[in-house]
């Protein structure tokens, strides 16, 4: 089930804002059009029924310098950062109460005037915050002290993209040459560049999140053949990878749970795959209609992505994969099992031979407790009196 695009050919950037109870919110970065509109960052909700958004912004704000790059959105929901083509960095607040939503903005001295910023990434616990440059420059950043960690002005050329890994240890960042390097988020130090063949470029990249597999995932363009090559994040060595569809790639993202793999292409498909088997799991082709994808995000806790394109705005679209187990469900699932074993347990004991199993009353055999430990037949007076009970024959 895919979603019709919201506001054509205005949105440069994009992000879900997650919400407790799952009342999920996006914001979308609009570029101005023309004299008449300004650029703006509108948030719109969205209904995990219908899979769709709002049809009317729920908050608007007027970005008076440049138009939006870029947006990272913290873990909690609470702040957002947005990169603007002429003024840095401009950091919001974001406020719910009740039906009303706003943005707020707050001065953060670091992240102003430090020039168009291509790639902005918050770490998984929200304690580092990480920008890359246009003009090749990285930075990372404790949150939400600021604390300059890394300044880097040659980490690149230019930035292509950046991730930071689900520990919060390392950062991973590729450039517009085709190269990528991994970096300490500790203290900024440059740990290892990937190896690649002299006919390879590295695109983009990101970490593992399911806890378990230390990897690092990186599409590698060939050519005209693209391919998801893995690293082990204990020795930065390669250790294989999994050809596509002939498709150049423009994005790369991973859900929050690690399951799934999203991907954009430069010809408008979506593609996810799972990571558990690395197959295609789902495949929409021309869903921004021969547009290069610039975004690929999964939804907090649903099986959807938003995508964004600057012809066809911002596409919501459900995916064909298994629906995951719901905790309640798994319970059910349990005391199903519980009473199945129960009701057999029983069956099997109403037919074994068991020692309480043993008949009564005159049918019973006739041997006297007395009788039975002297090895004796000798039958009691009384065949219903309690030393009646005889042996079993086992």
């Known amino acids: ?46 209904d995990a029924k219908t899979f769709s958004l709002s049809s009317s912004p729920k908050a608007t704000y007027v970005l008076e310098d440049g138009d939006p790059v870029s947006i990272a959105v913290h873990p909690s929901g609470d702040d957002i950062v947005c990169s603007t083509t002429t003024a840095g960095c401009k950091v919001f607040e ?87 390097r991994v970096w300490s988020t500790s203290d900024g130090v440059p740990l290892a560049s990937l190896t690649r063949s002299s006919d390879e470029k590295i695109e983009c990249c990101r970490f593992s999140r399911d806890g378990t597999k230390p990897f690092l995932f990186c599409t590698v363009q060939n050519g005209d053949k693209a391919v998801v090559a893995v690293w082990d994040i204990s020795t930065w060595n390669r250790i294989g990878h999994k050809k596509l569809p002939r498709k150049s790639v423009s994005v790369l993202s991973i859900s929050l749970d690690g399951k799934y793999l999203g991907l954009g292409s430069k010809e408008g498909d979506i593609c996810v795959i799972n990571v558990k088997k690395m197959e295609i799991c789902h495949w929409s082709k021309r869903l921004h209609l021969g547009t290069y994808i610039s975004l690929v995000e999964f939804c907090p806790s649903e099986r959807v992505v938003l995508s964004t394109s600057s012809q066809w705005g911002a596409v919501v679209t459900k995916l064909n994969v298994p629906a995951d187990w719901k905790e309640w469900q798994l319970y059910l699932v349990l005391l199903g099992l519980f009473l199945a074993s129960a009701v057999l347990f029983y069956i099997f004991f109403e037919n074994s031979d068991s020692f309480w199993n043993f008949p009564l009353g005159k049918n019973q055999p ?13 039958t009691p007076d009384d065949p219903n009196s309690w030393e009646s009970l005889g042996p079993l024959d086992l």
């Not at 006739?366 to 000798?378: I, L, P, V």
Request: hydrophobic share 35%; proline share 4%; net charge neutral.
């Open 1 to 46: 089930m895919e979603g019709s695009a919201l506001h054509k050919g205005s949105v440069t950037c994009a992000s879900w804002i997650r919400r407790p109870d799952k009342a999920h919110l996006v914001i979308l970065g609009k570029s101005r059009r023309g004299d008449s509109s300004p650029s703006v960052l509108e948030i719109f909700s969205f």
């Open 94 to 180: 974001l406020c719910v109460r009740e039906e009303s939503i706003k943005l707020l903005a707050k001065d953060l001295a670091p992240l102003q005037d430090v020039g168009p910023q291509k790639c902005l990434a918050f770490s998984t616990d929200g304690s580092k915050f990480a920008s890359g440059g246009e003009d090749g420059c990285l930075r990372i950043f404790e949150w939400p002290s600021l604390r300059i960690i890394l300044d880097e002005p040659r980490a690149h050329k230019s930035f292509r993209d950046l991730d930071i890994s689900l520990d919060s240890e390392y950062l991973a960042s590729t450039s517009n040459d085709g190269s990528a």
């Open 366 to 378: 006739g041997r006297t407790m007395a009788s039975f430990f002297k090895g004796t037949t000798e």
